[in-house]
């Protein structure tokens, strides 16, 4: 079924069905981006969709370094290549040959780096509501991340959250300070288009698993008709 399919299996009513193909649509793109510059408003648009997010007492704990700079885009490509190369000795068999063919980034293809981090004592001591769930600052980053991937793919752009990386090499590379926690890096452009199916089940090395089978009722392992 087709993107626009999905999106009309759940609701026929806009603005909701315009949501939900945006959802739908979300990709994590690799090889699709263009190297397009992104215009301004555009860019700006996303991310104050991103700094629009819910946070953990309103800590608002995210910060965003663009970065342009092809020398390091590059530097970061080169360390990214290395951790894929440490992840791809781990592998043997049809896992090894699979993620073979599969593509971890797209750093220097695409328009811009954005790095998104963690501050935890952005409000601190007091943040409310995070004082029995440390994490909760984190989880308010990762609310801010989704709002600019769906932002940008409202905007025609594409997002690749890049993982391959170790968190020391690139808080020391985008002069970082201390306490301030690296969360991701993003690449972000126009791309060519975005695929029907996720790179990683389009290579076989995941399938997405039906709704029913994560639902629970009640309490953890109970099914509808227990």
């Known amino acids: 079924m087709t993107i626009a399919g999905r999106a009309q299996q759940l609701t026929d009513t806009a603005p909701a069905a315009d949501l939900y193909e945006v959802i739908n649509r ?32 309103l800590s608002q704990p995210w910060d965003f370094i663009l970065v342009r700079d092809e020398n390091t885009r590059r530097a970061f490509r080169e360390h990214v290549l290395a951790e894929r190369s440490v992840f791809a000795a781990q592998l043997d068999g049809e896992r090894a040959e699979t993620f073979a063919r599969i593509k971890v980034e797209g750093i220097v293809e695409s328009s811009l780096g954005i790095a998104v981090t963690y501050d935890r004592d952005r409000g601190a001591p007091q943040v409310l ?7 909760a600052g984190l989880y308010s980053v990762c609310l801010a991340i989704q709002n600019l991937w769906l932002a940008a793919t409202a905007e025609g752009l594409g997002v690749g959250w890049v993982s391959f990386y170790r968190e020391e090499f690139l808080r020391r590379l985008l002069g970082i300070p201390t ?20 790179d ?10 039906p709704l029913d089978d994560v639902l629970h009722y009640d309490k953890y392992g109970h099914g509808r008709n227990r």
């Not at 090889?31 to 007492?57: K, N, Y």
């Not at 509501?129 to 994490?135: E, K, L, Q, V, Y």
């Open 200 to 209: 990683l089940e389009r290579h076989g090395w995941r399938r997405r698993l």
């Open 179 to 198: 306490g301030v926690r690296p969360v991701a890096w993003l690449c972000v452009g126009p791309v060519r288009d975005l695929a029907d199916t996720p």
């Open 129 to 135: 509501g995070r004082h029995a769930i440390a994490d």
């Open 26 to 57: 979300r990709r994590d793109v690799r090889s699709e981006f263009t190297g397009a510059p992104i215009p301004e408003p555009v860019l700006r648009r996303v991310l104050t969709a991103a700094h629009s997010a819910p946070s953990v007492g």
